[in-house]
């Protein structure tokens, strides 16, 4: 079955640091790919996503590309800030062969980010 | 801006009691999903919904039923609840199935003595 692996959290960044937080996935079909955050005492917000293979998903300063060679949409930030202290969320919806798809995500375990000023 | 709104937010249940956790979204959406969120393990499908009338299991259905009367309303039920079932649950409403975007709810904070 379809699978999402985050990598192991919490991660703790002073503000202005570099962000990686690695996943990777498994899965049939042909996935789209997100990432979700979430604020503490909120729902999962899309932060952004991409669809196929090569795609890169950006918003609010995070970036993810989509990797089919080596199954990996890892999430990347140049400059942390303290605001981007969140839960954030790696998933897939795949895409059955003949078009229909149920929209059911499939969620990594989620990575804790604290950021220190 | 409603969204999707989740009703209760907050609720401590006694084992074997039974409730209703009712999702309401205003955006015409077709579809509904209902999950649930424990540490260290991400958010898991309990049930889902493709239209009104329609119902399907999720990833971990057991003990759960889900009802989709009205388009706009996906209720989830436990009927007689557990101490596992202690979780924090998400409700989430997306257009259509392919790769559009997915709205969730606040959550409902779920806890079982």
């Known amino acids: 079955g379809d699978s999402v692996t985050q990598m192991e959290g919490p991660v703790t960044l002073s503000e202005e640091a570099f962000l990686t937080i690695n996943c990777t996935y498994t899965?049939?079909?042909?996935?789209?790919l997100f990432w979700y955050v979430q604020y503490p005492g909120e729902g999962l917000q899309l932060l952004l996503k991409?669809?196929?293979?090569?795609d890169k998903g950006s918003n609010k300063g995070f970036e993810a590309t989509y990797r089919k060679e080596t199954t990996s949409f890892h999430l990347e930030k140049g400059s942390v800030q303290v605001s981007d202290s969140a839960v954030y969320f790696c998933a897939l919806k795949t895409q059955a062969a003949g078009g229909t798809s149920y929209g059911k995500l499939t969620f990594g375990q989620g990575t804790i980010l604290t950021v220190h000023p | 801006n409603a969204g999707v709104t989740q009703t209760p937010k907050f609720r401590v249940l006694k084992t074997g009691q039974s409730m209703t956790l009712l999702c309401a979204q205003d955006m015409n959406h077709e579809y509904m999903y209902w999950y649930r969120q424990d540490p260290g393990m991400g958010l898991r499908l309990i049930h889902y919904?493709?239209?009104?009338?329609?119902?399907a299991k999720g990833e971990v259905p057991d003990g759960y039923n889900v009802s989709r009367l009205k388009k706009q309303n996906f209720l989830l039920g436990l009927e007689s609840a557990a101490p596992s079932q202690t979780s924090v649950y998400f409700c989430a409403s997306s257009y259509t199935g392919s790769n559009t975007e997915a709205f969730f709810g606040q959550g409902t904070r779920l806890t079982v003595v």
């Open positions: 919904s493709v239209g009104e009338g329609t119902t």
């Open positions: 991409a669809t196929k293979a090569d």
């Open positions: 899965a049939t079909g042909y996935p789209s």
